[in-house]
């Protein structure tokens, strides 16, 4: 099976702090997607990678970054995290195009 | 963009029952159509699939049918059971594409 490991489950940081979300999978897959959820609100496409030092804006990319240097690995980095960035983030990879998408098990971001 | 839409926001079924889950979508182009299931504290998990050559698919207990013609998909689950409460969400995407395109989620409650 696919496994997407996210590296923490519950974060608690500052405004105004830097923060690194970090996204594994194992299956050599080709895409990586961080989404964010919020109640009401759905999954919302911050950003996507297709291919190592890849990456496109999805809907909501504003005061975020990204980072794919490994085929594995995607980071997600809020530059200077505010309280309207409290939120679930999850991370999610696909083998290709076209193909369904394999979530991590969440990280649930609170900024005070 | 793609427009996804669920039916109804939540549902609540007698155990042993069999549940129906909605989802309409809007752009005649997708042509790939997915299900997950969410519990509480955990990622999207991919329940089943269809593509838009077909109609009709079968899983365990699931079953996903695609109306194209009126742009709707729906999720049966027979004999509901407590294990089955979590939040469900349709998920759409057009060949060629990266992004799914995700619906609200509905929340199935099963009473004993």
């Known amino acids: 099976d696919v496994k997407v490991t996210q590296s923490s489950r519950y974060l608690v940081k500052r405004t105004g702090e830097k923060v690194f979300l970090e996204c594994v999978q194992d299956?050599?897959?080709?895409?990586m997607f961080w989404y964010r959820q919020d109640p009401g609100l759905g999954l919302r496409l911050i950003y996507f990678?297709?291919?190592?030092?890849?990456?496109e804006k999805g809907d909501i990319p504003e005061g975020y970054s990204v980072s794919r240097e490994k085929k594995e690995r995607f980071s997600l980095i809020l530059e200077s995290a505010s309280t309207n960035q409290t939120s679930m983030y999850l991370c999610?990879?696909?083998?290709?195009?076209?193909?369904?998408?394999?979530f991590g098990s969440g990280t649930q971001l609170s900024v005070l | 963009g793609e427009s996804v839409g669920l039916h109804l926001p939540t549902l609540s079924v007698q155990e042993g029952d069999n549940s129906i889950i909605n989802c309409a979508y809007s752009?005649?182009?997708?042509?790939?159509f997915i299900w997950y299931k969410q519990e509480s504290g955990k990622g999207p998990q991919f329940i089943i699939d269809?593509?838009?050559?077909?109609d009709k698919r079968q899983g365990q207990r699931v079953t996903v049918l695609l109306n194209k013609t009126v742009k709707h998909l729906s999720l049966q689950i027979a004999a509901t059971q407590p294990g089955d409460s979590a939040v469900y969400f349709c998920?759409?995407?057009?060949?060629?594409?990266?992004?799914?395109?995700f619906g609200a989620g509905t929340t199935v409650t099963v009473r004993a």
């Open positions: 299956m050599d897959h080709e895409n």
């Open positions: 990678s297709y291919d190592v030092k890849m990456k």
């Open positions: 752009n005649s182009a997708s042509d790939y």
């Open positions: 999610a990879s696909s083998r290709t195009v076209n193909e369904k998408l394999f």
């Open positions: 269809i593509r838009s050559n077909m």
């Open positions: 998920a759409v995407i057009g060949s060629n594409d990266y992004k799914l395109s």
